[in-house]
């Protein structure tokens, strides 16, 4: 649903939107600290491939944000089915939107290694899936899910080599935590480091007071200890 509100970009989402990141169609990571907008740059991707007509998945780890998350697109991409395909749903009781309908699903990597385990069952909808978002996709180099979302992202662009991920953490990448393969997975990503914003703001101020400081010097202004 198109918005007439003008939204004020912080630095890392400026700079992200300017590089065309998130409609290149190459693979890319986006660490950024918490609360810097990861999510909102999500959304611009997710909407961009559902206009354009194809699907899109977005990967969370916590089943409490995929419900958050559900509500929240239903409203924001109204006209597109949202589905939420966790472990609450399933066997004990039906999907809200199944598979085959949704244009944008929600899941955990359990969920999504379990779709491409057994992609014959899914073949009507995941050919269709062109944009593949990752949320802390740091958890690669955890020994508990990191084995398991490693195995769900091999195989997903196995089934649709010319699948689009966007990888999101606050975490950097740690290359000695990981297996070779995941090495290799993560090194197809153009990685992109968005440092801190706080950061950017102590270095502001740090340039600031040297200014002030040579300037001080500059009058004869002596500095004591």
């Known amino acids: 649903m198109a918005s007439c509100v003008k939204i004020k970009l912080n630095p890392p989402q400026e700079e992200v939107v300017a590089r065309g990141l998130l409609t290149s169609g190459f693979n890319c990571v986006l660490q950024m600290p918490t609360g810097a907008g990861k999510t909102w740059l999500a959304e611009q991707a997710i909407d961009s491939m559902l206009r354009a007509g ?23 991409f109204e006209g597109h089915e949202v589905g939420v395909f966790t472990g609450e749903y399933g066997q004990r009781q039906a999907y ?5 309908r949704a244009r944008l699903l929600i899941m955990t990597p359990e969920r999504l290694d379990a779709c491409t385990r057994n992609w014959r069952s899914h073949w009507g909808w995941l050919p269709e899936v062109n944009l ?21 992202l091999m195989r997903a662009r196995r089934l649709n080599p010319f699948l689009q991920l966007i990888g999101l953490s ?19 990503f153009d990685k992109v480091l968005i440092p801190s914003l706080e950061r950017q703001w102590e270095l502001q101020e740090e340039l600031e007071t ?6 001080q010097h500059a009058c004869g202004v002596r500095h004591f200890p």
């Open 54 to 76: 194809a699907r899109a998945i977005y990967l969370t780890p916590l089943r409490a944000l995929a419900n958050e998350l559900v509500e929240r697109w239903t409203r924001r």
């Open 170 to 188: 606050a975490t950097p990448h740690r290359r000695d935590s990981t297996s070779e393969e995941s090495r290799r997975l993560v090194g197809r």
């Open 132 to 152: 593949l978002v990752v949320d802390e996709l740091h958890l690669l180099g955890e020994r508990g899910r990191g084995p398991r979302l490693e195995g769900a």
């Open 96 to 100: 809200p939107v199944p598979f085959d």
């Open 210 to 215: 040297r200014v002030i400081h040579r300037e």
